[in-house]
Protein backbone atom coordinates (compact mmCIF):
# COMPACT_ATOMS: atom_id res chain seq x y z
CA UNK A 1 0.00 0.00 0.00
CA UNK A 2 1.11 3.52 -0.67
CA UNK A 3 2.35 5.53 2.34
CA UNK A 4 0.16 8.73 2.92
CA UNK A 5 1.53 11.93 2.26
CA UNK A 6 2.14 13.79 5.45
CA UNK A 7 0.54 17.01 6.19
CA UNK A 8 1.68 19.91 8.49
CA UNK A 9 -0.86 21.86 10.23
CA UNK A 10 0.21 24.89 11.80
CA UNK A 11 -2.38 25.45 14.44
CA UNK A 12 -5.08 23.77 16.03
CA UNK A 13 -7.78 23.14 13.25
CA UNK A 14 -11.40 21.70 14.71
CA UNK A 15 -11.35 18.06 16.02
CA UNK A 16 -13.97 17.09 13.17
CA UNK A 17 -11.61 18.55 10.81
CA UNK A 18 -8.49 16.77 11.95
CA UNK A 19 -10.03 13.71 12.25
CA UNK A 20 -10.70 13.69 8.70
CA UNK A 21 -7.92 14.96 7.30
CA UNK A 22 -5.59 11.53 9.40
CA UNK A 23 -8.23 9.18 7.08
CA UNK A 24 -6.63 10.76 3.99
CA UNK A 25 -2.98 11.98 5.24
CA UNK A 26 -0.31 11.49 7.83
CA UNK A 27 -0.78 14.50 10.21
CA UNK A 28 1.67 16.90 11.67
CA UNK A 29 -0.78 18.35 14.26
CA UNK A 30 -0.13 21.53 16.92
CA UNK A 31 -1.84 20.35 19.95
CA UNK A 32 -0.74 23.32 21.83
CA UNK A 33 -1.83 25.79 19.13
CA UNK A 34 1.87 27.11 19.53
CA UNK A 35 2.69 30.20 17.58
CA UNK A 36 5.75 29.04 15.19
CA UNK A 37 8.94 30.93 14.01
CA UNK A 38 9.66 30.84 10.63
CA UNK A 39 12.56 29.02 11.97
CA UNK A 40 10.43 26.22 13.59
CA UNK A 41 8.24 26.12 10.27
CA UNK A 42 11.11 25.79 8.50
CA UNK A 43 12.49 22.88 10.54
CA UNK A 44 9.21 21.23 11.09
CA UNK A 45 8.09 21.20 7.25
CA UNK A 46 11.84 19.02 6.48
CA UNK A 47 9.81 15.64 6.58
CA UNK A 48 6.40 16.54 5.16
CA UNK A 49 4.84 16.81 1.55
CA UNK A 50 2.12 19.82 2.28
CA UNK A 51 1.74 22.31 5.18
CA UNK A 52 -2.38 23.32 6.06
CA UNK A 53 -1.11 26.70 7.48
CA UNK A 54 -3.69 29.78 8.53
CA UNK A 55 -2.89 33.50 7.83
CA UNK A 56 -0.69 33.38 11.21
CA UNK A 57 2.45 31.84 9.38
CA UNK A 58 4.01 34.21 6.86
CA UNK A 59 5.19 32.61 3.82
CA UNK A 60 7.64 35.17 2.51
CA UNK A 61 9.42 34.42 -1.00
CA UNK A 62 12.43 34.29 1.61
CA UNK A 63 10.77 31.48 3.77
CA UNK A 64 9.58 29.89 0.55
CA UNK A 65 12.78 29.55 -1.01
CA UNK A 66 14.35 27.61 2.20
CA UNK A 67 11.37 25.28 2.17
CA UNK A 68 12.64 21.52 1.50
CA UNK A 69 11.96 20.74 -2.15
CA UNK A 70 9.85 17.70 -0.53
CA UNK A 71 6.74 20.29 -0.03
CA UNK A 72 4.24 19.93 -3.09
CA UNK A 73 1.38 22.65 -1.75
CA UNK A 74 0.31 25.09 0.78
CA UNK A 75 -3.10 24.35 1.60
CA UNK A 76 -4.41 27.61 3.14
CA UNK A 77 -6.71 27.30 6.54
CA UNK A 78 -8.21 30.58 5.26
CA UNK A 79 -9.45 32.68 1.95
CA UNK A 80 -6.64 35.46 1.99
CA UNK A 81 -3.85 34.90 0.89
CA UNK A 82 -1.52 37.97 1.41
CA UNK A 83 0.65 36.26 4.13
CA UNK A 84 1.77 34.31 1.13
CA UNK A 85 4.32 35.19 -2.00
CA UNK A 86 2.65 33.66 -4.64
CA UNK A 87 5.03 34.25 -7.33
CA UNK A 88 7.84 33.01 -4.92
CA UNK A 89 5.68 29.71 -4.58
CA UNK A 90 4.93 29.55 -8.59
CA UNK A 91 8.77 29.43 -9.27
CA UNK A 92 9.35 26.48 -7.03
CA UNK A 93 6.76 25.29 -8.32
CA UNK A 94 4.57 24.79 -5.12
CA UNK A 95 0.82 24.61 -5.10
CA UNK A 96 -1.14 26.96 -3.24
CA UNK A 97 -4.93 27.20 -2.71
CA UNK A 98 -7.49 29.00 -0.36
CA UNK A 99 -10.73 28.40 1.17
CA UNK A 100 -13.32 30.89 -0.72
CA UNK A 101 -16.99 30.89 -0.34
CA UNK A 102 -17.04 29.04 2.88
CA UNK A 103 -16.56 32.13 4.98
CA UNK A 104 -18.86 34.73 3.30
CA UNK A 105 -21.66 34.25 5.83
CA UNK A 106 -19.86 34.83 9.21
CA UNK A 107 -17.46 37.78 7.96
CA UNK A 108 -20.99 39.29 6.48
CA UNK A 109 -22.50 38.85 10.45
CA UNK A 110 -19.35 40.45 11.59
CA UNK A 111 -19.17 43.47 8.99
CA UNK A 112 -23.11 43.82 9.91
CA UNK A 113 -21.69 43.87 13.93
CA UNK A 114 -19.24 46.07 13.09
CA UNK A 115 -21.78 48.71 11.53
CA UNK A 116 -24.57 48.75 13.93
CA UNK A 117 -21.65 48.47 17.02
CA UNK A 118 -19.68 51.70 15.36
CA UNK A 119 -22.70 53.05 14.79
CA UNK A 120 -24.79 52.72 17.95
CA UNK A 121 -21.52 52.87 19.97
CA UNK A 122 -21.57 49.41 21.49
CA UNK A 123 -18.01 49.68 22.87
CA UNK A 124 -18.59 52.78 24.66
CA UNK A 125 -21.79 51.48 26.15
CA UNK A 126 -20.50 48.38 27.01
CA UNK A 127 -17.49 49.69 28.80
CA UNK A 128 -19.87 52.10 30.77
CA UNK A 129 -22.32 49.25 31.90
CA UNK A 130 -18.90 47.29 33.45
CA UNK A 131 -17.34 50.11 34.66
CA UNK A 132 -20.30 50.88 37.07
CA UNK A 133 -19.45 54.28 35.31
CA UNK A 134 -23.45 54.25 34.10
CA UNK A 135 -25.51 56.94 36.07
CA UNK A 136 -28.36 58.43 34.24
CA UNK A 137 -30.74 58.49 31.47
CA UNK A 138 -31.93 60.79 29.24
CA UNK A 139 -32.89 61.86 25.98
CA UNK A 140 -29.37 63.15 24.98
CA UNK A 141 -27.09 60.07 26.34
CA UNK A 142 -25.57 58.10 23.90
CA UNK A 143 -27.22 58.75 21.02
CA UNK A 144 -25.49 57.16 17.69
CA UNK A 145 -26.60 57.00 13.85
CA UNK A 146 -29.36 55.12 12.25
CA UNK A 147 -28.49 52.87 10.28
CA UNK A 148 -31.77 52.11 8.50
CA UNK A 149 -32.80 53.50 4.78
CA UNK A 150 -28.83 54.76 4.86
CA UNK A 151 -26.28 54.48 1.70
CA UNK A 152 -23.99 51.28 2.42
CA UNK A 153 -20.79 51.27 0.23
CA UNK A 154 -18.98 48.11 -0.65
CA UNK A 155 -15.76 48.18 -1.63
CA UNK A 156 -14.69 44.84 -3.39
CA UNK A 157 -18.42 43.28 -4.26
CA UNK A 158 -17.07 40.07 -4.27
CA UNK A 159 -18.57 37.04 -2.18
CA UNK A 160 -18.50 38.28 0.73
CA UNK A 161 -19.66 42.39 -0.25
CA UNK A 162 -22.72 40.45 -1.85
CA UNK A 163 -23.25 38.59 1.18
CA UNK A 164 -23.27 42.14 2.83
CA UNK A 165 -24.97 43.90 0.37
CA UNK A 166 -28.12 41.01 1.17
CA UNK A 167 -28.34 41.64 4.78
CA UNK A 168 -27.81 45.29 4.91
CA UNK A 169 -30.74 45.47 2.61
CA UNK A 170 -32.80 43.81 5.51
CA UNK A 171 -31.83 47.47 7.24
CA UNK A 172 -33.63 49.26 4.38
CA UNK A 173 -29.78 50.26 3.44
CA UNK A 174 -29.86 51.06 -0.37
CA UNK A 175 -26.35 49.62 -1.78
CA UNK A 176 -23.42 51.26 -3.87
CA UNK A 177 -20.15 49.82 -4.62
CA UNK A 178 -17.02 50.01 -6.37
CA UNK A 179 -14.76 47.15 -8.23
CA UNK A 180 -12.36 47.08 -11.14
CA UNK A 181 -15.60 45.63 -12.88
CA UNK A 182 -18.78 46.63 -12.49
CA UNK A 183 -21.00 42.93 -11.55
CA UNK A 184 -23.49 41.39 -14.39
CA UNK A 185 -27.09 42.91 -13.12
CA UNK A 186 -28.36 40.05 -12.24
CA UNK A 187 -25.82 39.42 -9.11
CA UNK A 188 -25.99 43.10 -7.99
CA UNK A 189 -29.93 44.14 -7.33
CA UNK A 190 -29.79 47.10 -8.45
CA UNK A 191 -26.65 48.05 -5.95
CA UNK A 192 -25.16 51.19 -7.94
CA UNK A 193 -21.70 50.70 -9.41
CA UNK A 194 -19.33 53.48 -9.16
CA UNK A 195 -16.40 53.48 -11.62
CA UNK A 196 -13.84 55.45 -9.23
CA UNK A 197 -13.82 55.12 -5.26
CA UNK A 198 -14.10 58.79 -4.82
CA UNK A 199 -16.91 58.91 -5.79
CA UNK A 200 -18.09 55.81 -4.29
CA UNK A 201 -16.93 57.25 -0.78
CA UNK A 202 -18.55 61.10 -1.63
CA UNK A 203 -22.08 59.20 -2.05
CA UNK A 204 -22.41 56.83 1.14
CA UNK A 205 -22.79 57.00 5.20
CA UNK A 206 -21.49 53.48 5.41
CA UNK A 207 -18.41 52.55 4.05
CA UNK A 208 -17.62 48.52 4.53
CA UNK A 209 -14.28 47.16 2.90
CA UNK A 210 -14.16 43.74 1.25
CA UNK A 211 -11.35 43.58 -0.76
CA UNK A 212 -8.34 41.69 -0.75
CA UNK A 213 -5.04 42.94 0.35
CA UNK A 214 -2.94 42.90 -2.83
CA UNK A 215 -0.24 45.39 -4.77
CA UNK A 216 -3.05 47.85 -6.10
CA UNK A 217 -5.37 47.49 -2.59
CA UNK A 218 -2.60 48.71 -0.09
CA UNK A 219 -3.01 51.80 1.48
CA UNK A 220 -6.02 52.47 -0.84
CA UNK A 221 -8.37 53.75 2.24
CA UNK A 222 -5.82 56.72 2.40
CA UNK A 223 -5.87 60.69 3.49
CA UNK A 224 -7.52 61.65 0.24
CA UNK A 225 -10.02 59.43 0.07
CA UNK A 226 -10.95 59.64 3.24
CA UNK A 227 -11.61 63.34 2.81
CA UNK A 228 -13.96 62.45 0.31
CA UNK A 229 -16.45 61.02 2.99
CA UNK A 230 -19.00 62.64 4.72
CA UNK A 231 -18.72 63.66 8.60
CA UNK A 232 -21.41 61.65 9.48
CA UNK A 233 -19.94 58.38 7.76
CA UNK A 234 -18.88 54.97 9.42
CA UNK A 235 -15.81 52.83 8.24
CA UNK A 236 -15.90 49.00 9.00
CA UNK A 237 -13.27 46.54 7.58
CA UNK A 238 -13.34 43.09 7.84
CA UNK A 239 -11.06 42.20 4.92
CA UNK A 240 -7.58 43.59 5.75
CA UNK A 241 -5.75 46.34 7.83
CA UNK A 242 -2.98 46.83 4.42
CA UNK A 243 -5.91 48.79 2.93
CA UNK A 244 -6.74 50.97 5.00
CA UNK A 245 -4.13 53.88 6.25
CA UNK A 246 -4.08 53.96 9.78
CA UNK A 247 -2.69 57.41 10.58
CA UNK A 248 -4.90 58.98 8.22
CA UNK A 249 -8.16 57.11 9.54
CA UNK A 250 -6.95 57.88 13.37
CA UNK A 251 -6.65 60.91 12.32
CA UNK A 252 -9.97 61.69 10.88
CA UNK A 253 -11.67 59.79 13.62
CA UNK A 254 -9.71 61.99 16.06
CA UNK A 255 -10.63 64.93 14.31
CA UNK A 256 -14.37 64.02 13.62
CA UNK A 257 -13.72 64.32 9.96
CA UNK A 258 -15.53 60.84 9.84
CA UNK A 259 -17.96 59.86 12.65
CA UNK A 260 -16.62 56.02 13.75
CA UNK A 261 -15.35 52.54 12.70
CA UNK A 262 -15.46 49.42 13.25
CA UNK A 263 -12.91 46.92 13.00
CA UNK A 264 -11.74 43.33 12.97
CA UNK A 265 -8.44 43.74 10.70
CA UNK A 266 -5.40 45.73 11.29
CA UNK A 267 -1.94 46.29 10.05
CA UNK A 268 0.54 44.69 12.57
CA UNK A 269 -2.21 42.45 14.40
CA UNK A 270 -2.06 41.30 16.75
CA UNK A 271 -0.21 43.15 19.27
CA UNK A 272 1.52 46.04 17.30
CA UNK A 273 -1.26 47.75 15.59
CA UNK A 274 -2.00 51.24 15.35
CA UNK A 275 -2.05 52.83 19.60
CA UNK A 276 -4.46 55.49 18.16
CA UNK A 277 -7.51 53.14 17.96
CA UNK A 278 -7.21 52.01 21.32
CA UNK A 279 -7.43 55.76 22.84
CA UNK A 280 -10.63 56.54 20.64
CA UNK A 281 -14.21 56.37 21.83
CA UNK A 282 -15.54 56.31 18.34
CA UNK A 283 -14.46 52.82 17.63
CA UNK A 284 -15.86 49.48 17.57
CA UNK A 285 -13.07 46.86 17.85
CA UNK A 286 -13.07 43.23 17.56
CA UNK A 287 -9.68 41.06 17.12
CA UNK A 288 -10.10 39.12 13.83
CA UNK A 289 -12.54 36.88 14.16
CA UNK A 290 -14.91 37.53 11.00
CA UNK A 291 -14.49 33.69 10.14
CA UNK A 292 -14.69 32.65 13.32
CA UNK A 293 -17.72 30.23 14.30
CA UNK A 294 -18.10 26.49 14.54
CA UNK A 295 -20.00 26.26 11.28
CA UNK A 296 -17.15 28.20 9.28
CA UNK A 297 -14.22 26.78 10.68
CA UNK A 298 -15.48 23.02 9.97
CA UNK A 299 -16.35 24.34 6.01
CA UNK A 300 -12.77 26.08 5.89
CA UNK A 301 -11.06 22.61 7.12
CA UNK A 302 -12.83 20.41 4.96
CA UNK A 303 -11.99 22.76 1.67
CA UNK A 304 -8.51 22.63 2.59
CA UNK A 305 -8.55 18.71 2.80
CA UNK A 306 -10.18 19.08 -0.60
CA UNK A 307 -7.72 20.75 -2.06
CA UNK A 308 -4.78 18.66 -0.49
CA UNK A 309 -6.95 15.72 -1.78
CA UNK A 310 -6.82 16.56 -5.40
CA UNK A 311 -3.24 18.21 -5.32
CA UNK A 312 -1.99 14.48 -4.08
CA UNK A 313 -4.23 12.53 -6.28
CA UNK A 314 -2.86 14.92 -9.17
CA UNK A 315 -5.84 16.77 -10.09
CA UNK A 316 -6.29 20.17 -10.49
CA UNK A 317 -7.46 21.75 -7.00
CA UNK A 318 -10.45 23.57 -6.76
CA UNK A 319 -9.26 26.43 -4.83
CA UNK A 320 -6.03 27.63 -6.67
CA UNK A 321 -4.27 30.65 -6.31
CA UNK A 322 -0.92 29.66 -7.39
C1 LIG B 1 -9.27 34.55 6.08
O1 LIG B 1 -9.72 33.43 5.82
O2 LIG B 1 -8.63 35.21 5.27
C2 LIG B 1 -9.53 35.08 7.45
O3 LIG B 1 -9.13 36.39 7.55
C3 LIG B 1 -8.82 34.24 8.48
O4 LIG B 1 -7.52 34.07 8.09
Not at 6 to 16: G, H, N, S
Not at 227 to 232: D, G, R, T, V, Y
Request: net charge negative; glycine share 6%; charged share 25%.
Amino acid sequence: MNKKPVVLVTRKLPIAVEKKLAEHFETLLNPDDKLYTTDELLQLAENVDAILPCHTEKFSAQTIAQLPFRVKAIANFSVGVDHVDLEAAKLRQIIVTNTPDVLSDATAEIAMLLILGAARRASEGERLVRSQQWKDWSPAFMVGKQITGKRLGILGMGRVGQVVARRARGFDMTIHYHNRKPLQSSDTEGAVYHAAVEDLLAEIDVLSIHCPASDETRGLLNRQRIAALHANAIVVNTSRGAVVDDDALVEALKSGAIAAAGLDVYNGEPDAIHPGYRQLDNVFLLPHIGSATEETRDAMGYRAIDNLIAIFKGEEPGDRVA
